[in-house]
Each structure stands twice: as C-alpha cells, then as structure tokens.
C-alpha cells in the first residue's frame, strides 16, 4: 500500500505571508513528484513538479524534495487569497500517481 | 491544445441505470487515467490505459465499473447498474508529450459530477 499523508489543514495565512505545505510518502522507488492545486468544484490543476533532490523555484512556488527522509514540501511566498484551495501532493510510482488527501489552504485578505 | 474533455459534465441517475461518461485526451497523449473523487476517499486511480491498452484495472472497485478505449482519441467508463454509493466525480486525466509539458505530467480533464438517487 502506497501511502501519502498530508496535514489536512484547513491551514490559514494571512495575505502575503509564507504557507508552508508537507507531504510524507512512503514508497521510496518514487523518482517524480507533483504538486497539483484544486479550487472548489473544480479539477486538479498542476502547479509544480519535482525530480531531484533540493528545491525548485517557479514564479511564487518553491518545491524541495528529500528523497532520504520521503518528504516533499511546496512553500509559496507573498501568499494571495487566490492561493486559497487545497494542494495535492503526488509522488509517481510506475507510471501512476498517488495522491495525498490534500491541504486546504485559506489566505485571509 | 483544448486540454482534457469530459461529458457529461453533470449526470443525474436512479439507482439501477447505466451510466455512461466519456473522455477525449490531449492530442498526442499516450496514457489515459480514470479516477473518481469523494470527501471520504479523495482522488482514487480507477484504471489506466496506455497507447489504448488497460495496464491497471485494480481500483475498479466491481465488476458492475468497466472502462474502454477503442481508439487514441476516445474512452468511456461505464457504470451498469449504478448504485447510490457511486456518487462521486469521476475525473479522466492524460499524459504524454504536447506543448510546453514534460512526458510525464498529468493533465486532468473538467470532470462528471455523478449522483446516483
């Protein structure tokens, strides 16, 4: 069983301040790592992918991956309420994607 | 591209009919996901397909779900009968390589907002 587990929040951070996003996944033959955003009623929209070790930066995103400790991360900086949704983290395995249960982000204005 | 397309968008059922959704890739895309998505169980794998062919069928959860793509640029997941439990979103996603994307990241269409009565 592939487990991916992330904080559920909800997490709360006022606008443009720092939200901090984890994800833990068990399996360690995993090699690349998406970061996938999901407004209300809507369908998951990818924001970021990851494949090395370190961090990767795109526009107000950051993804670092630790592939030793299997722990993915996205930070995104000067937060905006347009941020707010819930952020998946996927990890790949063998071509299929599992995905957390994602972190419900709200940034108050 | 026009990205990832599902219908119906909405579907409203009775308990015991067949559901029938469908899905069109992105052009040039060689595998093709179903998932379905609820609060309780969040985004599960159904079935996905490669170059058309079904490589992993274990997340269909009975034999009433089946999924089929008969060609590059089609697939339908049926239901038949459904059931009240069924009520879910049910997504389809590809990947390949187009525009900008890597060969490995997903795209995941609108989705179908299920409800089974």
């Known amino acids: 069983q592939k487990e991916v587990e992330q904080n559920s929040g909800p997490l709360s951070v006022p606008e443009g301040a720092i939200a901090s996003l984890n994800c833990t996944y068990s399996?360690?033959?995993?090699?690349?790592f998406f970061w996938y955003r999901q407004y209300s009623g809507k369908s998951p929209e990818l924001i970021m992918s990851?494949?090395?070790?370190g961090d990767k930066e795109d526009g107000r995103f950051t993804a670092q991956l630790n592939k030793a400790s299997q722990y993915v991360s996205l930070l995104i900086r000067d937060s905006q309420p347009s941020d707010s949704a819930t952020y998946l983290c996927?990890?790949?395995?063998?071509?299929?994607?599992?995905f957390g249960t994602g972190t419900s982000l709200t940034v108050i204005p | 591209d026009a990205g990832v397309i599902q219908s119906p968008r909405h579907e409203v059922t009775e308990m015991g009919q067949e559901v029938t959704l469908r899905c069109k890739p992105i052009?040039?895309?060689?595998?093709l996901f179903w998932y379905r998505q609820t609060m309780m169980r969040g985004l599960e794998l159904l079935i996905y397909?490669?170059?058309?062919?079904?490589?992993?069928d274990s997340g269909m959860p009975e034999d009433r779900f089946s999924a089929k793509m008969p060609n590059a640029s089609f697939s339908t997941l049926k239901i038949q009968p459904s059931e009240p439990r069924d009520s879910a979103v049910y997504f389809c996603?590809?990947?390949?390589?187009?525009?900008?994307?890597?060969?490995?990241?997903?795209?995941f269409g609108p989705g179908t907002r299920l409800t089974v009565l």
């Open positions: 996927a990890p790949e395995t063998g071509n299929q994607f599992y």
């Open positions: 990851i494949y090395s070790n």
């Open positions: 052009s040039g895309h060689d595998y």
């Open positions: 397909f490669n170059n058309n062919v079904p490589i992993d």
């Open positions: 996603a590809s990947r390949g390589v187009s525009g900008r994307s890597h060969y490995n990241e997903q795209f």
């Open positions: 399996d360690r033959v995993s090699q690349s």
